[in-house]
């Protein structure tokens, strides 16, 4: 069962009501460093937010906040109607289950073969030796693992060993285990990133598309502006600790991100 969530500002402020994800006053700091000065935004449901910002200006540091894979210094962070910060060890566990998460290194068993490495995704629903052996896994395992390689378009790679696939296959790979993880919203940390500029193009597509066809809310970091216009629905920009930036992607452009990143222009 779910813990019940805590009376806070940030969830019970009207501004917030049928978001997915909530934030306010969120601050982190690594020892002196202070990376996030009290951050707020608030994701509706089945939209997809760019978080965008220069090197070090924390993204990575918020999105691991949203599951405390960083532990928050303070705030109040509401998702899928949870009061994250309030979970214990095991809640916490069984809620990251919900949450699919695609990073720049992927993680796959290079040695596996891709069916497998998918096969793998449905651990955080069930667990037992038949997840790691794609030999003893279900035949309905197997199916819904073959139909998430066929959502990124390698239903014909399924029994390759990944360390045969290119950059761009392999993190195809880690979405469709993403997708057996059957998520609730997706948190993906620079996924276009090491890829060539086409095969990086070409999973932010896949992923953004597979979000918007299943409903999903999508969360992601970019640091190509292109796939920030191209793939969001809104912007976030993180600066100097706090968000500076925060609208639909349908009132900015290129010109306008670019004043973003460039600190003698100025936020715009
Ligand atoms: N585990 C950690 N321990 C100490 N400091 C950390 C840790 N993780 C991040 N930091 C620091 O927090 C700041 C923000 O890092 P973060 O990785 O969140 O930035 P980023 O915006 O994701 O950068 P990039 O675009 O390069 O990925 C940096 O100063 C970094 O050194
Ligand atoms: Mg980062």
């Known amino acids: ?159 390759q060993r990944v360390d045969s696939l290119s950059g761009g296959q392999q993190q195809r790979v880690a979405i469709a285990r993403m997708l057996m993880q059957r998520p609730r919203i997706i948190l993906a940390d620079e996924p276009d990133a090491s890829l060539d500029p086409q095969s990086g193009e070409e999973v932010m597509r896949i992923l953004a598309g597979l979000a918007r066809q299943d409903g999903l809310t999508l969360v992601f970091i970019s640091h190509r502006m292109e796939h920030t216009l191209a793939f969001s629905d809104h912007i976030l920009g993180l600066s100097g600790g706090r968000i500076v930036l925060d609208h639909p992607t349908a009132h900015t452009d290129a010109d306008r991100l670019r004043r973003f990143f460039d600190p003698a222009a100025g936020a715009s």
């Open 1 to 159: 069962m779910n813990a019940p969530l805590r009376d806070t500002p940030a969830l019970t402020d009207p501004a917030r009501a049928g978001s997915v994800l909530s934030v306010s006053d969120l601050h982190k700091a690594f020892g002196v460093n202070t990376v996030l000065r009290g951050i707020g935004f608030t994701v509706q449901p089945g939209v997809a937010t760019a978080l965008i910002g220069a090197n070090g200006s924390g993204k990575s540091t918020a999105l691991k906040c949203l599951i405390r894979l960083v532990e928050p210094t303070s705030g109040h962070i509401a998702l899928l109607g949870q009061d994250v910060l309030s979970l214990a060890p095991r809640e916490l566990r069984r809620f990251r289950s919900q949450i699919g998460m695609v990073w720049q290194k992927h993680n796959l068993v290079p040695r596996l073969s891709a069916l497998t490495n998918v096969i793998h995704g449905e651990q955080s629903r069930a667990s037992g030796p038949w997840t790691w052996f794609q030999s003893l896994a279900t035949a309905t395992t197997r199916n819904e693992a073959m139909a998430c390689l066929a959502r990124v378009g390698l239903a014909d790679k399924a029994l």
